[in-house]
């Protein structure tokens, strides 16, 4: 059970002694309850505490790591079950499935296709995750040949031939893999000897349970769990059920991420990535079914407590020169992205400045006074505007226009008044006459 912040106090030292880093006891009792710092920080709690404490502020579910050395992939981690209530830390990696039944040729091909695809989404850039190869050939030497070809990717081996999953493990000298195969002891036995994350099977979260209690008293705690379900309904029960199980109860037990077969199924895939797969296998699919999957993960895993930011300095949108008109706006990255396409559209090379809002819109750091004339004057002043244009205007958004006369006296440029809305910037632009 988890105990609150000042449950945690009243079985600390309270010497205050700052050893921990934070300034009293108590700051760091409500460090440890929100999962900000490790319990040995502070080296002087006595041994019957800090068995007590130890269980209680145990994270409910495991963080994996996986993949490549030089840049891990991580998944679990996580504490809630809903995002509104903290955040979701780690999104579910996109496993792209790929048979060693391809002949070599088409393989590589594949392969180099799935590394060379991105996904832009508000300012983002993101690539697929990982590739799943499928020893369909029943060849220990096929499968060897295709996870060669496929080594610079993080790899999800699938076989149920031991000794095939043993050789491929070989060669794989970059990076720790997962392996789904079987549950049984010699395939835990492989993955605690050679570092590898097992997915665990199971045809629902009692077998799961057992799978992994016997996985971890045989040494393995890289683990994730794998329900083998049947159907998006089945999926949504059980995910959710495992997902409770770990968060609500902290059974030891099923406190893993989980592994999802989508396949070819979208809404399958779309279940998975709201509810709760730390994995997803998927067929291969084209690019343009791929991008709307991406762009749901990337709402879903988008910190609710973090406003999304662009950076703010000055951007250039088309083949801009010295007459161009500046437009001023805030970095929210949702007001970047609404204003920028709208400024191409117009077809008018224009100058964008972007000040630092915190991440907040235009009407909202208005009020918060994080968008005034002061800050607006000096990110005029900064950007080094002066020596880009020779005209001396700028634009400010229609929700601003109060700004106006107090800007144009603190950055001595002329202050005109835009639309309140994007939409509004094409015609505005087009009918500006500088
Ligand atoms: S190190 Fe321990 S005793 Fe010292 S302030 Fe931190 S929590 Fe308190």
Redesign the pocket.
């Known amino acids: 059970m988890a105990l609150t912040g000042l449950q945690i106090y009243k079985l600390?030292?309270?010497?205050?002694?700052?050893?921990?880093?934070?300034p009293?006891?108590l700051a760091?009792?409500m460090a440890l309850a929100e999962g900000r710092v490790a319990l040995d920080?502070?080296?002087?709690?006595q041994e019957g505490q800090r068995m007590t404490l130890s269980e209680a502020t145990r994270p409910p579910m495991k963080t994996i790591q996986f993949g490549l050395k030089e840049c891990e992939c991580t998944i679990g981690g996580e504490v809630v079950l809903f995002r509104h209530e903290k955040t979701f830390y780690h999104q579910p990696l996109l496993a792209m499935l790929l048979s060693d039944n391809l002949e070599e040729k088409d393989f590589h091909s594949k392969v180099e296709e799935i590394k060379g695809m991105e996904f832009r989404c508000a300012g983002e850039v993101f690539k697929m995750d990982m590739l799943a190869i499928k020893n369909d050939s029943g060849e220990a030497d096929m499968f060897v040949r295709s996870v060669q070809l496929a080594r610079e990717m993080p790899l999800l081996l699938i076989s149920q031939d031991l000794e095939a999953v043993r050789k491929a493990r070989g060669v794989l000298t970059n990076q720790r893999p997962v392996v789904l195969g079987n549950s049984t002891d010699e395939w835990m036995d492989f993955a605690v000897k050679s570092d590898t994350v097992l997915a665990i099977k199971g045809r629902n979260s009692g077998e799961l349970a057992e799978r992994s209690g016997r996985a971890q008293s045989l040494g393995l705690d890289r683990i994730i769990l794998f329900p083998e379900v049947r159907g998006r309904k089945e999926a949504l029960v059980t995910f959710t059920q495992c997902r409770k199980l770990a968060i609500e109860k902290r059974d030891p037990e099923m406190g893993f991420p989980l592994l999802g077969w989508a396949g070819n199924d979208m809404a399958m895939a779309c279940n998975f990535i709201c509810k709760y797969a730390g994995i997803i296998v998927l067929e291969p699919m084209e690019y343009d079914e791929l991008f709307p999957l991406v762009t749901l993960r990337f709402n879903i895993f988008t910190d609710p407590q973090k406003p999304q930011a662009v950076e703010p300095k000055l951007y250039e949108v088309g083949r801009v020169n010295e007459h161009s008109p500046v437009l001023v706006t805030t970095n929210f990255s949702l007001t970047y992205f609404t204003v920028q396409p709208e400024v191409e559209n117009s077809k008018i090379p224009s100058y964008l400045l972007i000040t630092d809002s915190e991440g907040m819109s235009v009407q909202t750091a208005y009020a918060a006074d994080k968008f005034n004339a002061r800050i607006i004057s000096n990110a005029v002043h900064n950007s080094g505007l002066k020596e880009r244009v020779k005209h001396r205007r700028i634009i400010i958004p229609g929700y601003v226009a109060m700004l106006k006369a107090a800007l144009e006296e603190e950055s001595g440029w002329e202050v005109i008044i835009g639309p309140k809305e994007a939409n509004g910037i094409p015609k505005f632009l087009r009918d500006l006459h500088l």
């Open positions: 600390l030292p309270k010497t205050n002694c700052m050893k921990c880093g934070y009293t006891c760091f009792a920080k502070c080296p002087d709690i």
